[in-house]
């Protein structure tokens, strides 16, 4: 079993920034990928960055890359997302995921992951 729990969530102004962090517990943090998605009322989740669990792999959606840097902390047993010059678009919440799988690349897909955080409320206003 994994535990995943968001953090760093709030209220930004466009251009502004947030860094988001989701505490795992439960397994060794260093064996599987983890996986930053978003979600907003009536669509589907979307892929918004992964790192795999060495952290020498990452992968980015391209309407973040340039903009968001995924890491990973093992020895905290922590992941974050470094949200920088954020737009209204990236409004939603944010979830983390662990796949326990060894993927490298790290998965794009949320069939891929199979431990999810209960998400923290990301909102840019313009």
């Known amino acids: 079993q994994v535990q995943l729990v968001e953090s760093g969530g709030g209220l930004v102004q466009a251009g502004g920034s947030l860094r988001l962090s989701c505490a795992a517990s439960?397994?060794?943090?260093?064996?599987?990928?983890m996986g930053w998605f978003r979600q907003t009322p009536g669509k589907e989740r979307e892929f918004v960055a992964a790192?795999?669990?060495?952290?020498?792999?990452?992968n980015y959606a391209d309407s973040v890359k340039g903009r968001f840097t995924i890491s990973v902390d093992n020895a905290k047993n922590t992941l974050y997302l470094q949200m920088n010059s954020l737009k209204p678009e990236d409004t939603a919440v944010y979830y983390c995921a662990a796949d326990l799988s060894v993927r490298i690349p790290p998965g794009t897909l949320s069939s891929d992951y199979n431990y999810w955080g209960q998400g923290t409320q990301v909102t840019v206003s313009s």
């Open positions: 439960g397994r060794t943090f260093s064996r599987y990928a």
């Open positions: 790192v795999s669990w060495y952290g020498g792999s990452t």
